[in-house]
T-cell receptor, first 113, second 110 residues
Framework: AQTVTQSQPEMSVQEAETVTLSCTYD???????LFWYKQPPSRQMILVIR??????QNATENRFSVNFQKAAKSFSLKISDSQLGDAAMYFC??????????FGTGTSLTVIP | EAGVAQSPRYKIIEKRQSVAFWCNPI?????LYWYQQILGQGPKLLIQ????????DSQLPKDRFSAERLKGVDSTLKIQPAKLEDSAVYLC????????FGQGTRLTVV
């Protein structure tokens, strides 16, 4: 089975600064998708950004961007101009061709005013 | 578009009692998932449906958990009898290419 590893249980960032959350995964497949989900205290998992493995270009969504290194099986999330509303748990997720999702253990992000 | 609906939001039961959760996925989403999320951990897949067929239930404790998907739309997850370690948030998600999650049901077993 695929595994997803998030090695940073907790991170903090000053408001308006930039923070990078790390994620690595293990797979033998060549075709897959990677995601970052945000889970605020309300518990609802919200999709932040998605990356298709066959695309070399890193995905970007406003202040959120990824650094996808396929050979290294690394998929980090960069949050620019951090805002108080960015504080949440962030989960890295892997989706295989069978539409099965595997999640990391999460990184708790604190934004300091 | 309407999101994934789950009910109830909260449930407290005593151990050995039974409980059921309901999920209504986004219209047109063939794939439906139930996840268990224990506090401080990532979601763990319990069962995955494709329409009304089971794709993966390898991590579902089948001696006490059961799930069904009615007519390939709504789904229910049941626990009978509940144990203390079943205390968790139960998340339902549906997907086409990306997964959308409901707000979850927080179950407390006392």
């Amino acid at each position: 089975a695929q595994t997803v590893t998030q090695s940073q249980p907790e991170m903090s960032v000053q408001e308006a600064e930039t923070v990078t959350l790390s994620c690595t995964y293990d797979t033998s497949e060549s075709d897959y998708y990677l995601f970052w989900y945000k889970q605020p205290p309300s518990r609802q998992m919200i999709l932040v950004i998605r990356q298709e493995a066959y695309k070399q270009q890193n995905a970007t969504e406003n202040r959120f961007s990824v650094n996808f290194q396929k050979a290294a099986k690394s998929f980090s999330l960069k949050i620019s101009d951090s805002q108080l509303g960015d504080a949440a748990m962030y989960f890295c997720a892997y989706r295989n061709t069978g539409n099965q999702f595997y999640f990391g253990t999460g990184t708790s992000l604190t934004v300091i005013p | 578009e309407a999101g994934v609906a789950q009910s109830p939001r909260y449930k407290i039961i005593e151990k050995r009692q039974s409980v059921a959760f309901w999920c209504n996925p986004i219209s047109g989403h063939a794939t439906l998932y139930w996840y268990q999320q224990i506090l401080g951990q990532g979601p763990k897949l319990l069962i995955q449906f494709q329409n009304n067929g089971v794709v993966d239930d390898s991590q579902l404790p089948k001696d006490r958990f059961s799930a069904e998907r009615l007519k390939g739309v709504d789904s229910t997850l049941k626990i009978q009898p509940a144990k203390l370690e079943d205390s968790a948030v139960y998340l339902c998600a549906s997907s086409l290419r990306k997964a959308f999650f409901g707000q979850g049901t927080r179950l407390t077993v006392v």
